[in-house]
């Protein structure tokens, strides 16, 4: 009787929860039946995915553990068939909702891209946790994976609520379902793929996650409500800022910081830009490494298959991370441009700098870079917003 709670309850139940919680925060509640059919539709593509995947990798020899099949087959592995077969197995499950009368705004592409995703999230945790009987890292692993599930599929969910309004399909929905799916497969190796020391680094990957979910769900909600912004940056200011700035920004208001339709880009200040990044991210690990050196931390002890030891990378993490805010402020601060178009262009420079050097020096540690590269960026972008003109 245990062993049957642990592995459906512990997978069935949180999903059910949060798919009720996404139900209920879409102000025109679409039927219950519709969202149940989704749900239930979902959880019956991931027992075809996980058939599938298992068919693929009998056939190639390949796993998506990395202490199976080695870094690269692993990678492999999960970027060429598993992410992309979840992704696609979601999508097939919120199809007839999205092709039905009732998906009638924007909002509920998040609604049913949401209860596509955690059935699924529910039969692929309970399946893992009927093969893992035991071990308290398989909980950890199916918790992690839930919200995860959820915010991938609302990438692609927000891109469906925008075509389903605009009657046209665009490039937006496989842009965000390639995205996504990228998203996915990076999640997946540091969950499944590594050590349970690698658990510790999608804490800040959920959190980013779990913001950009957040303007997904507002942008929609404004949309279905008929107060969705003007595209004009000055209407954007007016209508959707406090006057204390407490409120944060809309998409449309990032998206116009992003532009400059109007004159030309400013080259220097992103060559200037990307060196002054650069410096951030090294003064970032020197000061890391200075206050591990004072707290007599001894950062030779990581092992990724112990979790406890793991507190020295987070650290460095930590350094190089804060670095991003602060160099993106100055950039700003120091150039007076009003838009986020430079300091944008300078840190996605830097990180690719960055990147490039870590794949000569570092293989390993590449992978956990490129995972984290976007929330560099978007810490960048949020610093530089704070200091623009």
């Known amino acids: ?28 509640r679409e039927p219950v039946w519709l969202v149940s059919l989704t749900f239930a539709l979902g959880a019956l593509f991931a027992a075809a995915a996980f058939f599938l995947e298992l068919k693929a990798g009998q056939v ?11 870094e690269a087959g692993a990678l492999v592995f999960l970027f060429a068939i598993v992410a992309p077969l979840n992704e696609a197995a979601k999508v ?12 009638d705004e924007p909002y509920d592409g998040l609604v049913y891209a949401a209860a596509a995703a955690l059935g699924f999230a529910a039969a692929q945790n309970a399946a893992i946790l009927r093969a893992h009987p035991t071990g308290a890292i398989w909980l950890a692993r199916a918790a992690l994976s839930l919200p995860a599930h959820l915010f991938f599929a609302s990438a692609w969910g927000y891109a469906l609520g925008r075509a ?8 937006m929905f496989p842009a965000t379902w390639f995205f996504a799916t990228m998203a996915h497969a990076l999640y997946a190796h540091f969950v499944y793929g590594r050590g349970p020391g690698a658990l510790v680094a999608v804490a800040p990957l959920l959190a980013m996650m779990g913001g950009v979910t957040f303007f997904f769900a507002r942008d929609l909600r404004a949309r279905s409500d008929g107060t969705a912004p003007p ?10 800022f406090s006057l204390d700035g407490s409120r944060p920004p809309s998409l449309t208001a990032v998206r116009d910081a992003l532009r400059r339709a109007d004159q030309p880009i ?13 410096g951030a991210m090294v003064a970032g690990v020197a000061g890391s490494v200075a206050f591990g050196n004072w707290a007599h931390v001894d950062f030779a002890i990581v092992d990724e298959h112990d979790a406890s030891t793991v507190g020295p990378v987070a650290l460095l993490g930590a350094g190089v991370l804060a670095a991003f805010p602060v ?10 441009l009003p ?24 293989p390993i540690a590449l992978v956990f870079a490129l995972a984290f590269s976007p929330i560099a960026w978007i810490l960048a972008c949020a610093g530089a917003w704070v200091g623009r003109s």
Not at 231 to 240: D, G, H, Y
Not at 272 to 278: C, E
Request: hydrophobic content about 60%; proline content about 3%.
């Open 1 to 28: 009787m245990l062993g049957l709670i642990r592995w459906l309850g512990a997978a069935l139940l949180p999903a059910i929860l949060l798919v009720w919680g996404v139900h209920r925060s879409d102000r025109n």
């Open 60 to 70: 190639s020899g390949l796993d998506l553990r990395a202490a199976v099949s080695g």
């Open 92 to 103: 097939a499950a919120a199809w007839p909702a999205f092709r039905s009368r009732h998906f």
């Open 164 to 171: 389903k309004r605009l009657k046209t399909p665009g490039a």
């Open 231 to 240: 595209s004009s940056r000055a209407s954007v200011m007016l209508s959707r």
């Open 266 to 278: 400013m080259l220097r200040w992103i060559l200037i830009g990307a060196l002054v990044t650069i």
């Open 327 to 336: 160099s993106g402020f100055l950039i700003a601060r120091a150039s007076s």
């Open 339 to 362: 838009t986020l178009l430079e300091p944008a262009l300078a840190t996605a420079l830097a990180i690719l700098v960055a990147l490039v050097m870590l794949g000569f020096a570092a």
